[in-house]
């Protein structure tokens, strides 16, 4: 059954001027390691929606767990993406890489001022599990912003915010940076599903000047090495792995805090040679090959996706379908046919586990053996999908999981994103007053998709037409034949041809609803009277 989601509307059939409905929040970049503890790096108040930041989703293994004054459970923030920095690069018949265990995690919390007390580490990060006193870490903060809020104003956010923010770019340079964001998107929209939900996305960039250009090449890597003065300090080299492109984490997010509302980091470090990195801030150098490790590095930090190749890593979290902690939507460690749970996607006569080294398997879904750096007893849905090479399309299942998270996740202002957009409606009351006989006509737009939408018009909930997709602005005309309370509704569904027939039931329905109340057909001649 398909949830139906109203919420964005019941704000403004409540009155609710959602432009407005911003509050002060703490934004605070915080780093914790073994050695220091936690330390507070940068606090600022900024303006954003209410609990936008602070309801994640996701194994409590990997949140901070936050608490009111009275002990209870406030929010939660994930800290998955800090916990490890990747090292994936272009390789021989798969991707070259290593996970990294972070020896020090940075991360930020954004919360409403006044709405948590205290908050909790994971227990395998924090294996005290103290309790940290947010009020006493927003004092500390090494540097601080700007501790008043200035209302912002605008549209209602429904869109995910992807942020580009440049190091070692001089401020001449902006316009190479510019270009460098344009490449990569791009890039990013050759892709499905990412071309077909281009429009969910917002693109947005922070230009903060070098004082030189480049990057770092220590002397590990390299025999002429190279230190420049950048805003952020980005380097090749690191741990040792000359492709291992990383910035200061803590700079980069406390810069971020002028563009608060953001949803996924990327950094672009200016240089030429091909580099890149996973994990907290994903980052690629300028290199034109490199824009390939942004589009496998976002099926991590955005869809949750796992790596499909072999490569032993130590420390590495262990997952089962079977015993859990369950396993990423494309991966498992299921054999039986029935019990896959991408079993939908695959042939009848596709043998389980599937031969890889059989040609006629080589672009069908099956059960490869060897995924998520193991070698044996871990299974992928595809012989050579993007999570397993470089610059090979997603398959199926990864496709699927991508729709699933754009719907999952509280990236738009309100909560989930809306197929409708927020403050279009027409009439923008949605209790309006209508007369008999007297035309009325109804619009909204949609957030569009490169497919078609399904948009049904309602009166009194009997289905009256549908909607053209192809078109942004939604209209219906309606014309009371008598008097009382009338609903008029739009239902709008994704039935996208990323997601399995079978489960297209599980996306979601967005519906909005103006409830007419139709008076009596005036008589003109009898209204002032007669004489």
């Known amino acids: 059954m398909k949830r139906l989601n109203k919420y964005l509307w019941l704000l403004i059939l409540l009155g609710i001027n959602m432009t407005a409905w911003a509050v002060p929040t703490d934004y605070m970049v915080l780093r914790w390691s073994t050695s220091i503890g936690l330390v507070s790096d940068y606090h600022q108040v900024v303006d954003l929606p209410a609990n936008k930041f602070t309801q994640a989703k996701g194994s409590i293994d990997q949140m901070l767990v936050l608490f009111d004054a009275q002990g209870k459970v406030a929010g939660q923030v994930s ?21 990294l265990t972070n020896e020090e995690l940075v991360f930020v919390i954004r919360a409403e001022q006044g709405m948590v007390d205290s908050f909790s580490m994971p227990s395998h990060v924090d294996r005290f599990t103290q309790l940290y006193d947010w009020q006493e870490l927003v004092g500390n903060a090494a540097v601080k912003g700007s501790q008043h809020v200035l209302k912002s104003q605008g549209t209602v956010d429904n869109r995910i915010n992807l942020l ?31 071309a077909s939900y281009a429009n969910f996305l917002s693109f947005d960039r922070l230009f903060v000047p070098s004082n030189e250009s480049g990057a770092d090449k ?25 492709r291992l492109v990383t910035v200061n984490n803590s700079k980069i997010m406390a810069a971020a805090a002028a563009s608060p509302g953001w949803d996924k980091i990327v950094a672009i470090v200016n240089d030429q040679e091909y580099g890149g990195s996973g994990g907290g801030v994903p980052t690629v150098s300028s290199n034109s090959g490199a824009k390939d490790i942004f589009i496998h590095e ?73 995924a998520r750096y193991r070698p044996t007893g871990m299974y992928r849905p595809f012989k050579n999908c993007n999570m397993r090479s470089l610059g090979r399309p997603f398959c199926s299942v990864c ?15 309100a909560g989930e994103l809306s197929l409708i957009e927020p403050e279009t409606a027409s009439p923008s009351d949605l209790t309006p007053v209508g007369e008999v006989a007297v035309p009325m006509t109804f ?22 037409t549908s909607g053209d997709s192809s078109q ?27 997601v399995h027939d079978g489960r297209l039931d599980e996306l979601p329905e967005f519906e909005i609803e103006w409830q007419v109340d139709v008076q009596p057909q005036t008589d003109l001649i009898f209204a002032d009277g007669f004489e």
């Open 218 to 242: 220590p002397v590990d890597c390299y025999d002429s090495p190279i230190a420049v003065d950048t805003a952020f300090d980005g380097k090749f080299c690191t741990a040792g792995i000359q």
């Open 79 to 99: 800290i998955e993406d800090s916990l490890i920095t990747r090292s994936e690069h272009a390789g021989h018949d798969h991707i070259d890489g290593n996970s």
């Open 443 to 464: 619009s909204f737009e949609t957030l569009q998709l490169s497919h078609p939408l399904s948009i049904t018009w309602l009166v009194d909930n009997v289905v009256q």
């Open 298 to 370: 976002y099926g991590h930090s955005f869809t949750q996706l796992a790596d499909e190749y072999e490569g032993l890593t130590p420390g590495y979290p262990i997952c089962s379908d079977i015993n859990g902690p369950l396993c990423e939507a494309n991966v498992t460690d299921v054999m039986v046919r029935n019990e896959v749970k991408w079993n939908y996607f695959i042939d009848p006569s596709t043998p389980i586990p599937t031969p890889e080294n059989d040609d006629q398997y080589n672009n069908i879904m099956g059960l490869f053996e060897g």
């Open 164 to 194: 580009f923010i440049g190091d070692g770019y001089t401020g001449g340079q902006q316009s190479t940076f510019n270009n460098d964001v344009d490449e990569i998107v791009s890039h990013m929209v050759t892709y499905e599903p990412y």
């Open 472 to 498: 942004v602005t939604q209209n219906f005309e309606y014309t009371p034949n008598g008097s009382g309370s009338v609903s008029i509704k739009a239902r709008v569904n994704d039935n996208s041809a990323f």
């Open 399 to 413: 496709q699927e999981a991508y729709v699933f998270k754009i719907y999952q996740g509280s990236y738009a202002d």
